[in-house]
């Protein structure tokens, strides 16, 4: 709150981050999976196919992530967040009216730019609204908006699927289209880039103190200086192991469960919900942390805990194991990927802090689109789905390790 009794235009700013992700995670990109089966049967089309749009979908996002934070800086990220929701709703509803895999391949490709354009920015603004020792907790709640949207989906999309029949993959795909459509339209009216557009400062900010203000003629020959620091360059490779290793665990979670243990889909969809919901709040538990503790224990703290609920998916020990790891890595589920924006941010100055974020999160899709093929081969290989949790553990403790060598930002030395 200010001074004057009034809520700081800063948590508008989260609370509309919140919403962003929500739709373009929760709605664009998790609901897929819902959707998928059903979506196959109509179009005719095998898993391949519908691995490929998935992995057209990624390819996309990554495309754009790695962008998206250099474009919300030169452009502003009320521009970019507004017209990414609105390109992302338009595919997702030329998805719904596909008839064939090349249609649905493009759409996918799109959608994934979208999502891209959406997320990059939207996490990034808490670092150039808020105070250092606030941001942690402020990406947080913008962040909580994935587990939010994963479990609305979860909810909603079997719903439209019966209400529709045959026409429920594309009765989904319009209604989280129109979602994403009118995300879009309200980030336009009501998002602002930076405090100093509403004559503010920055929350936690005393008043009286001074704030680096952006220049948006001379921030694009300074982009150098995010590519050019060791420090962003390290904290990449630390989020490197994330992608990695989480989407080991994501991938192959159901198909461990019923291959290796034949649990029925049922149970399985009630740990898959269960560990969604718990997740909601990892984001700004981990935020919290980082405050405290600081950025690269947090981030370390953060890695030990993952690499615990991989360990203990492999090893699967009865009775509870498998329960305990999914409630573990529920708690800790999007931890790193709320740490290491921010960490990232802290290194540099406000205009150039979502630039930060879209280069470290190239490392991050690297990882994300090479651990599903190793994890795959690791099976294939062995015959074992555990060989590749227990790689996924691993790679989540060097990542622990990675981040206890990160200096420092230069305020805090």
């Given at each position: 709150?200010?001074?004057?009794?009034?809520?700081?235009?800063?948590?508008?700013?989260?609370?509309?981050?919140?919403?962003?992700?929500?739709?373009?995670?929760?709605?664009?990109?998790?609901?897929?999976?819902?959707?998928?089966?059903?979506?196959?049967?109509?179009?005719?089309?095998?898993?391949?196919?519908?691995?490929?749009?998935?992995?057209?979908?990624?390819?996309?996002?990554?495309?754009?992530a790695?962008v998206?934070?250099?474009?919300?800086?030169?452009y502003?990220?009320?521009?970019?967040?507004?017209?990414?929701?609105?390109?992302?709703?338009?595919a997702?509803?030329?998805?719904?009216?596909?008839?064939?895999?090349?249609?649905?391949?493009?759409?996918?490709?799109?959608?994934?730019?979208?999502?891209?354009?959406?997320?990059?920015?939207?996490?990034?603004?808490?670092s150039?609204?808020?105070?250092?020792?606030?941001r942690?907790?402020?990406?947080?709640?913008?962040?909580?908006?994935?587990?939010?949207?994963?479990?609305?989906?979860?909810?909603?999309?079997?719903?439209?699927?019966?209400?529709?029949?045959?026409?429920?993959?594309?009765?989904?795909?319009?209604?989280?289209?129109s979602?994403?459509?009118?995300?879009?339209?309200?980030?336009?009216?009501?998002?602002?880039?930076?405090?100093?557009?509403?004559?503010?400062k920055?929350?936690?900010?005393?008043?009286g103190?001074?704030?680096?203000?952006?220049?948006?003629?001379?921030?694009t020959?300074?982009?150098?200086?995010?590519?050019?620091?060791?420090?962003?360059?390290?904290?990449g490779?630390?989020?490197?192991?994330?992608?990695?290793?989480?989407?080991?665990y994501?991938?192959?979670?159901?198909?461990?469960?019923?291959?290796?243990?034949?649990?029925?889909?049922?149970?399985?969809?009630?740990?898959?919900?269960?560990?969604?919901?718990?997740?909601?709040?990892?984001g700004?538990?981990?935020?919290?942390?980082?405050?405290?503790?600081?950025?690269?224990?947090?981030?370390?703290l953060?890695?030990?805990?993952?690499?615990?609920?991989?360990?203990?998916?492999?090893?699967?020990?009865?009775p509870?194991?498998?329960?305990?790891?999914?409630?573990?890595?529920?708690?800790?589920?999007?931890?790193?990927?709320?740490?290491?924006?921010?960490?990232?941010?802290?290194?540099?100055?406000?205009?150039?802090?979502?630039?930060?974020?879209?280069?470290?999160?190239?490392?991050f899709g690297?990882?994300?689109?090479?651990?599903p093929?190793?994890?795959?081969?690791?099976?294939?290989?062995?015959?074992?789905?555990?060989?590749a949790?227990?790689?996924?553990?691993?790679v989540?403790?060097?990542?622990?390790v990675?981040?206890?060598?990160?200096?420092?930002p230069?305020?805090?030395?």
């Amino acid at each position: 709150m200010s001074k004057a009794g009034r809520l700081h235009y800063a948590w508008v700013v989260v609370a509309l981050g919140f919403l962003s992700v929500l739709g373009a995670h929760g709605f664009g990109r998790f609901a897929y999976s819902l959707i998928l089966r059903d979506m196959m049967l109509s179009l005719g089309l095998n898993y391949f196919q519908m691995g490929l749009i998935a992995t057209a979908n990624l390819v996309g996002y990554v495309t754009l992530a790695t962008v998206g934070g250099a474009l919300a800086s030169k452009y502003g990220s009320r521009l970019v967040i507004s017209l990414s929701a609105l390109l992302m709703g338009v595919a997702m509803i030329c998805i719904g009216l596909s008839s064939s895999f090349l249609q649905v391949l493009v759409c996918s490709i799109v959608t994934g730019l979208g999502n891209g354009g959406v997320y990059l920015p939207a996490v990034a603004l808490p670092s150039i609204w808020f105070a250092m020792k606030y941001r942690g907790r402020a990406t947080g709640y913008v962040t909580a908006g994935i587990g939010v949207g994963f479990a609305i989906g979860g909810i909603a999309v079997p719903l439209i699927l019966k209400a529709y029949l045959a026409a429920g993959w594309r009765y989904a795909w319009f209604y989280l289209g129109s979602a994403l459509l009118a995300i879009g339209l309200v980030d336009y009216l009501f998002l602002r880039n930076r405090p100093e557009d509403l004559g503010l400062k920055p929350l936690g900010v005393e008043e009286g103190s001074t704030t680096t203000a952006a220049n948006p003629s001379s921030s694009t020959l300074r982009w150098g200086l995010v590519y050019k620091s060791r420090e962003i360059w390290m904290v990449g490779l630390v989020y490197f192991m994330y992608g990695f290793s989480y989407i080991i665990y994501i991938t192959y979670f159901a198909a461990y469960l019923e291959e290796a243990f034949a649990w029925p889909k049922e149970l399985i969809g009630l740990l898959w919900s269960t560990l969604g919901i718990l997740s909601i709040s990892s984001g700004v538990t981990w935020g919290y942390v980082s405050d405290m503790l600081g950025r690269k224990y947090g981030i370390a703290l953060a890695y030990a805990v993952l690499s615990l609920s991989y360990l203990l998916y492999a090893l699967a020990l009865p009775p509870y194991g498998l329960y305990a790891s999914a409630i573990i890595f529920g708690l800790a589920a999007w931890s790193v990927p709320t740490l290491a924006v921010v960490a990232a941010a802290d290194y540099v100055s406000p205009e150039l802090r979502s630039a930060a974020a879209g280069f470290v999160t190239l490392f991050f899709g690297i990882g994300q689109a090479v651990g599903p093929a190793v994890g795959g081969y690791i099976r294939d290989a062995t015959g074992l789905f555990a060989n590749a949790f227990y790689l996924a553990s691993l790679v989540a403790f060097i990542g622990a390790v990675g981040a206890l060598f990160l200096k420092k930002p230069p305020t805090q030395r």
